[in-house]
């Protein structure tokens, strides 16, 4: 299982960026799919989180600002992040839990996208 990330960059304290993630390779079936974040010097935390079900959940710190959709026929999540702040500057890695055709559920990761916010 391959995940593929796109849409970083650097933007503007209050800007927005659209980041999208596609699934691919062997998959049998993904059950979550979510945006991960780390900063310099922190640990990896959740941004948010999209179960097979559709049932949402958002950091905090993302609430009102960021929205996430998931397209399960496509195996593809996006991040719509608005209102963004300097503290969003992080990498972001696209997530999923999914059964590949070897049998087994598994975490899967992107390699990670940088997002700058800066004046």
């Known amino acids: 299982v391959q995940l593929q990330a796109s849409g970083g960059g650097v933007v503007q304290p209050g800007g927005s960026l659209r980041l999208s993630c596609a699934a691919s390779?062997?998959?049998?079936?993904?059950?979550?799919m979510g945006w991960y974040r780390q900063a310099p010097g922190k640990a990896r935390e959740l941004v948010a989180r999209?179960?097979?079900?559709?049932?949402?959940t958002y950091a905090d710190s993302v609430k009102g600002r960021f929205t996430s959709s998931r397209d399960n026929a496509k195996t593809t999540i996006d991040l719509q992040m608005n209102s963004l702040k300097p503290e969003d500057t992080a990498v972001y890695y696209c997530?999923?839990?999914?059964?590949?055709?070897?049998?087994?559920?598994?975490?899967?990761w992107g390699p990670g996208t940088l997002v700058t916010v800066s004046s």
């Open positions: 390779g062997s998959i049998i079936r993904i059950r979550d």
């Open positions: 997530n999923a839990v999914a059964t590949s055709t070897a049998g087994y559920e598994s975490w899967y």
């Open positions: 999209i179960t097979s079900g559709g049932s949402t």
